[in-house]
């Protein structure tokens, strides 16, 4: 390339020209990022620009698209904030094990902090760095499970130390990540299995809260079921600890209270993800329904109605988050963990108290 057409191309990056787009791409050294001629973010200094012809011999050279004026796309169509999202979501899944600032993502963006930590909360409702930490801590539970050593998943996931790790894990685990890795050791659950209108009962529970609510017709699937979770945990029936909350569970059901009136703690592990979701659901009106489709809207993406069933049929406290409330578009009732026709049930009863 010639010193004459290189600074025409230069002074078209410059100008943001959108007339030059097509004809070139621009390579930012410090930040491994190639961009159209156009781009409306941070002009970068001259001496880190590199020129290439097209978006193949950008991306020979080990640059990567720009999030925000995506080169690689056809000329005449724009970039929404949600495709800017998704693609975030991408970079951090993919580079956790790196560290992921705000600073270090938005130039990643090509956005201003501000703006971005703006548009990926309204459209995920938490924030990148939230984002970023609910990703880690789902990885380390998976890698944990398959019984690797916590010192090498927390640095395989991102995580700089053991105490960084311990900072963020009894929240969202509810136990240190050795204990989830035993499979619970340690851990006292208690449990009991009653009569109700929907068939057994099972409530299990920690000394935070509830960990366990579920339905069935045979005490021995449900507590294999709860044994499963916790291979290794100290498991033990008792029907005198729980009676409170089984009682306020079986009022419910037996329609002598509203589900507003269940007041009970839990104890549960969670992806942020998950946890919206759940949120989401214990905000529907008893009485009402929603369909997947309106939840993943409610959450700022239409696309994740497939995601959103997952958290319901991952739901481990039945009832205490009210699952049955999600139907599907057509208004039909769709999967329940415990059995379509308790879901009806459920529905039905709902509707009537209400």
């Keep these: 390339m010639n010193t004459t057409q290189e600074e ?13 787009d097509g004809a070139s791409v621009y390579g930012v050294r410090s930040t491994g990022i190639y961009c159209k001629p156009s781009c409306p973010s941070r002009k970068p200094l001259r001496e880190n620009v590199m020129f290439f012809s097209d ?8 640059y990567r698209p720009c999030l925000r004026c995506q080169p690689q796309r056809q000329s005449g169509t724009s970039t929404t904030n949600e495709e800017i999202i998704q693609r975030m979501c991408t970079y951090i899944e993919e580079h956790l094990e790196e560290r992921l600032t705000l600073a270090q993502l938005s130039q990643e963006a090509h956005l201003s902090p501000f703006y971005l930590q703006r548009i990926f909360k309204q459209a995920t409702g938490i924030t990148p760095r939230q984002y970023v930490e609910s990703q880690r801590l789902k990885q380390l539970k998976n890698r944990l499970r ?28 509810g136990m240190t990540p050795n204990t989830y890795r035993r499979g619970g050791q340690g851990m006292q659950i208690a449990y009991t299995i009653v009569d109700s209108p929907l068939g057994r009962l ?5 000394e935070k809260g509830v960990c366990a609510v579920s339905l ?9 079921e709860l044994r499963k979770e916790y291979p290794a ?24 209270h509203s589900w507003s009136q269940l007041n009970l703690p839990i104890d549960i592990q ?31 993406d239409k696309k994740k109605a497939r995601a959103v069933a997952n958290a319901c049929a991952t739901n481990p406290v039945a009832l205490i ?21 308790r879901k009806r049930r459920l529905l039905a009863q709902e509707k009537a108290d209400s």
């Design 216 to 224: 069935g017709d045979q005490d021995t699937e449900l507590e294999r």
């Design 270 to 300: 969670a992806t942020a993800f998950q946890w919206r979701v759940w949120n989401v659901l214990r905000n529907i009106p008893q009485g009402e329904t929603r369909s997947y489709g309106e939840v993943a809207r409610s959450l700022g």
């Design 202 to 206: 099972l409530v299990g529970a920690t």
């Design 321 to 341: 988050i009210p699952c049955h409330r999600v139907v599907r578009e057509d208004g039909a009732a769709g999967g329940y963990r415990w059995g379509i026709e």
């Design 55 to 62: 978006t193949q011999a950008a991306e020979e050279a080990g």
């Design 146 to 173: 398959e019984g690797e050593a916590v010192t090498a998943a927390l640095y395989d996931v991102g995580y700089g130390s053991i105490s960084r790790l311990y900072e963020r894990v009894p929240t969202h685990m």
């Design 8 to 20: 025409q191309r230069w002074l078209a990056v410059m100008g943001r020209d959108n007339h030059a």
């Design 233 to 256: 945990a100290e498991i033990q029936q008792d029907n005198s600890q729980l009676e409170t909350w089984v009682r306020e569970l079986l009022q419910f059901l037996q329609g002598e």
